[in-house]
């Protein structure tokens, strides 16, 4: 009963933490994939999770195709895979590829990149999110940060190329605070509900720092669209 009542608790801690850390991306998500025409065909890298859940929800409803790729079976995926290595037998035949919270795993980004842009049809889309200031994750095979600048080296053979930061500097602060409850340490988890609530209490505040100085020099990650 114990295990079960800790379990249900760290759930609910885990959950609180996402939402506060991934703010700025499903806003941005919702809008790109509101954006995909009906019967275009998607290639979503990194398959399950509330992404996956989501693009297939807006597949749904405004009728495009997704085929998901993932180098772990037990996602799920249409496709066991490396998206570095992955032979497709074919070129130019997605018209939308996305790539949230995945770049950072990949063991060879600058070849996940140059095999994305060959995917895509002329004029097709990458949707892209990274973190940049953020904690370890799904360790071992957390491998990379990148600044604007370095997206912007890999993608630069792309048009249109959009780099913004997800959120300010303020809610960087907050969010490595608030992820210290991935801990799983007694400690980390017996303070784990006061974190969430200074976290909470911290929002007003840092939406007021951030607007006093507005700066681009923090930020927990970049969402960047592009098109081929």
């Known amino acids: 009963m114990l295990k079960k009542i800790h379990k249900k608790f760290y759930n609910s801690v885990n959950y609180a933490s996402k939402q506060i850390s991934r703010k700025g991306i499903y806003s941005f998500l919702e809008n790109e994939f509101t954006q995909i025409q009906a019967k275009e065909k998607v290639l979503n890298v990194g398959a399950g999770g509330d992404i996956g859940l989501l693009i297939n929800e807006y597949a749904q409803k405004n009728d495009f195709q997704v085929v998901s790729l993932d180098i772990d079976a037990q996602t799920n995926p249409d496709i066991v895979g490396d998206i570095c290595t992955y032979n497709f037998g074919d070129k130019d035949i997605f018209d939308c590829i996305v790539v949230c919270e995945v770049l950072e795993h990949v063991s060879l980004p600058h070849l996940a990149i140059e095999q994305i842009y060959t995917l895509l049809k002329q004029n097709g889309r990458l949707i892209l999110t990274v973190p940049f200031i953020f904690p370890l994750h799904c360790r071992p095979y957390d491998y990379y940060r990148f600044t604007k600048y370095g997206l912007a080296f890999l993608l630069k053979k792309f048009r249109y190329l959009n780099i913004i930061e997800r959120n300010s500097w303020a809610d960087a602060i907050n969010v490595l605070i608030l992820r210290l409850v991935k801990e799983k340490r007694k400690k980390t988890i017996m303070i784990a509900p006061f974190l969430i609530t200074f976290s909470c209490l911290l929002i007003p505040v840092n939406w007021l720092f951030a607007?006093?100085?507005?700066?681009?020099?923090?930020?927990?990650?970049?969402?960047?669209?592009?098109?081929?």
């Open 211 to 228: 607007k006093i100085i507005p700066t681009d020099f923090i930020t927990t990650g970049y969402v960047v669209t592009a098109k081929k």
